[in-house]
């Protein structure tokens, strides 16, 4: 019977030791467990319709934080502005005669009405726009010239280092007798504002260029012109934006203090004719619009830095 049982089970044994090895050689994970085969599944095709609500979606996600935060610092100056009005408030400083946020939204919605008030805001970033290109324009290229040769820095930056501690708004009265018009004036004080960061900026960005750079353009055979173009101007790209944006600052606070003092028109002369005519709800309206003029100028030089300058974005996205 032994015998017969042995014979029996002959042809089976290497088969059943074959089936207990074949687990043990396949590959296995980290926690021990048997990586199964997959059989070739399709893989999904997206559209580009998927791809853009894919990334759209993705970007919201991303600034959703910081849009809420916003939302409630706002919602929080609102409530203590609402607050200290509210209970007139007084120590050391006084919310007796400060509008309630009610009273400025309703006059606001007065005033959109006015044609007047829209024709202020026309004048005033149309002066900024005047005074800031010629600013732009001379700045970086007065910084090129001074940051490259040193006959030019020694020429003309000790004169421009006299100017430039003057406040813009020291300049309003030999302004008004520089330019037969006042609003000649007043983009003059715009230009002067803007002018010197873009200046100093600029500079700046021309001699912190590493040297060796320069010195294989030339050893690649690049004449002035092409170092000029090629080399440094995308090399001092970030500091001339840099300056662009304390610049477009700086250009708002003479352009209001000029108009302030000496303009008819203008967001300015709004806020000013509005305390002078006692009109205090007009005063905040005006300041809160110099301030959307203001972030609307500084928020347009982010996106054109963004444009021209794709490898700096990257880079800063990286870091924040």
Known sequence: MMQTAELSNYGKAPHDAANTLEPALMPANDQGSVIATQPDMPIPQTGPGQAVWRQTAGTIRRNLGSA??????????????????????????????????????????????????????????????????????????????????????????????????IPAIAWV??????????EGSIVFITFLGSFFPILLSTVHGVTSIDPVLIRAARCLGAKEPALLRQIILPATLPQIFNGLSVGMGVAWVSLIAAEMISGQFGIGYFTWEAYSLIQYADIVIGMIVIGFLGLACSTAIRWAGRLIMPWANQNGSNRA
Do not use: C, H
Not at 102 to 117: M, N, P, T
Not at 127 to 149: C, D, K, N
Not at 173 to 182: E, F, K, S, V
């Open 173 to 182: 009265p030999i302004a008004i007798m520089l330019w037969p018009t006042n």
């Open 68 to 165: 809420v935060l916003a939302l409630a610092s706002i919602a929080l100056f609102i409530a203590a502005w609402y607050l200290a009005v509210k209970y007139r408030l007084d120590f050391y400083i006084r919310f007796t005669n400060i509008p309630a946020p009610q009273d400025v939204f309703s006059e606001l919605l007065r005033l959109g009405k006015s044609d007047s008030f829209y024709s202020n805001m026309l004048i005033s970033l149309r002066r900024i726009l005047l005074g800031f290109s010629v600013a732009m324009a001379m700045g970086i290229a007065l910084g090129l010239i001074i940051g490259r040769y040193r006959l030019a820095r020694q020429l003309m930056f000790p004169v421009l280092e006299i100017l430039r501690p």
